[in-house]
């Protein structure tokens, strides 16, 4: 569930409500959809942006196959919005010492946006990363023009950027590429699996990775993960 963030997408369909009031008609929306998905009945709904009376969706929708929410925003809205929805919180995440700071460690569902490069050695998993994305003048005007977005998530992913790399993994180079839009893990398969365990520790409980990053893990035979516990 998103609410939009790129300006000119906005204004191309006429949406220019601010960043609060597109939050509040998101959880309208998740909220609705979800009585819709659950129940087994028709149902009337009245809200500020969405209302539907004695609506049912047919055939319904099995208890064992409903779907997962997931809230994106890296604000304090979003944040919240995804509680009161009891949904996933997704978000680009910052460093780890640097993310531990601005999070508190809390019962709430939340996932983290991701690219992960992972290879034998840190070595090959760097000639990876920068054969794979490449600086390009198109990254970092991008990046330039993110740090004034009114966006927080474009905002902070912009000001990061103005780093290429943190603690060792936490690579910035994909998004300056232009090719991406968070921050990638970058090493050997125990240095990466290290460092992810810093944010489960921190409460992360769901993970979604790059679509451009879908052939940078590569397995490697008759190796496991270091064991990550979730309390």
Not at 90 to 101: D, F, K, V
Not at 192 to 211: C, F, K, N, S, W
Request: with cysteine; proline share 7%.
């Amino acid at each position: 569930m998103i609410t939009g963030a790129a300006p000119k997408e906005m204004e191309a369909v006429g949406d220019r409500s601010e960043h609060q009031d597109r939050y509040e008609r998101l959880f309208e929306y998740t909220t609705a959809l979800r009585i819709l998905l659950e129940s087994d009945s028709a149902v009337t709904f009245e809200g500020k942006h969405y209302t539907y009376r004695n609506l049912q969706l047919k055939p319904t929708l099995p208890s064992s196959i409903q779907p997962l929410y997931f809230i994106a925003g890296s604000s304090e809205s979003g944040r919240n919005t995804a509680r009161t929805c009891s949904a996933v919180w997704l978000t680009h995440p910052e460093p780890l010492e640097q993310y531990r700071g601005t999070y508190s460690c809390s019962p709430d569902r939340t996932g983290i946006r991701i690219g992960i490069i992972a290879r034998r050695t840190d070595q090959e998993a760097w000639t990876a990363a920068e054969e794979r994305f490449q600086p390009s003048r198109f990254g970092l005007a991008l990046t330039a023009a993110g740090r004034k977005s009114p966006s927080h998530w474009i905002r902070s992913m912009a000001q990061l950027a103005e780093r290429e790399l943190y603690d060792g993994v936490y690579w910035m180079g994909a998004y300056r590429s232009g090719a991406a839009h968070n921050p990638y893990f970058v090493g050997s398969y125990d240095r990466v699996a290290e460092y992810m365990r810093g944010y489960i520790e921190h409460g992360v409980r769901q993970l979604g990775t790059d679509p451009a990053a879908a052939f940078c893990l590569l397995p490697r035979p008759n190796w496991a993960p270091p064991a990550l516990s979730c309390p």
